[in-house]
């Protein structure tokens, strides 16, 4: 059976300093064109503080130290601490992303492709636990969109497609557009991942995935 991975120890961090984190200009993402060893120091260390402490509480020296690279890199490649977190989840969220693209191709039946979204979700969840909690604790849901892979064009139309098409063949309910279709499987995964970890269940939601999905269905379903 698989197992949470952990998010670790409260790492000790330096006395905050607003003037440090201000010292220049955002500057537009590019987590991309970074070393990849340089990339993965990062979004570890982005993870193991920013789902640890409150997210004013981390300044970029904590970062940078915790990296183990110069506050110039940081920068250099996103500017600003909010640009960072935005990056880097753009970056995490953008794994799910392709996995829930590749899983969904080949599958015609709406209900077996919803199935895989879920699937997909929650495994990815109960591996990753701190990009949930990183998503929900330092990003406000005004800012969500500032995280690129919420505009990727292709998996919004991965997403939206299994609702859109559900709805066409009459299987899924049509007196609501597609997009609330969507708000509420995202509200309800969203909700039970997040108290999944406040509560530090220990069983994965995974081998959860049976009745979850029935619950989910029949919110949905035109029946």
């Known amino acids: 059976m698989a197992t949470r991975s952990t998010m670790g120890k409260r790492p000790v961090l330096s006395k905050p300093d607003a003037s440090v984190d201000q010292a220049s200009p ?6 991309g064109a970074m070393r990849a060893g340089t990339q993965a120091r990062l979004e570890k260390a982005v993870l193991q503080l920013f789902s640890t ?8 020296i904590d970062v940078a130290r ?15 601490k909010e640009a960072l977190v935005y990056g880097m989840l753009d970056v995490m ?5 392709e996995r829930m693209i590749d899983h969904l191709q080949g599958i015609d039946d709406v209900r077996e492709r919803l199935r895989k979204t879920l699937w997909v979700t929650l495994d990815y969840m109960d591996k ?23 505009e990727s064009p292709e998996l919004m139309t991965a997403f939206l497609g299994v609702f859109k098409d559900g709805q066409s ?37 995974i081998d959860q995935f049976d009745v979850l999905f029935n619950i989910i269905w029949r919110a949905m379903s035109a029946d």
């Open 26 to 31: 955002p500057q537009a993402c590019d987590p």
């Open 53 to 60: 402490h409150d997210f004013h509480e981390v300044s970029l």
């Open 66 to 80: 915790a990296a183990n690279v110069s506050l110039q890199t940081i920068y250099k490649y996103f500017g600003s």
């Open 93 to 97: 969220l953008g794994r799910l992303a």
């Open 128 to 150: 990753h636990p701190a990009v949930m909690l990183l998503l929900f604790t330092a990003v406000p849901v005004s800012r969500h969109r500032n995280i690129g892979i919420y």
């Open 169 to 205: 063949r009459g299987v899924l309910n049509n007196q609501v557009s597609s997009k609330i279709l969507l708000d509420i499987f995202m509200g309800i995964i969203g909700r039970v991942v997040l108290m999944h970890i406040v509560r530090k269940e220990r069983r994965l939601l």
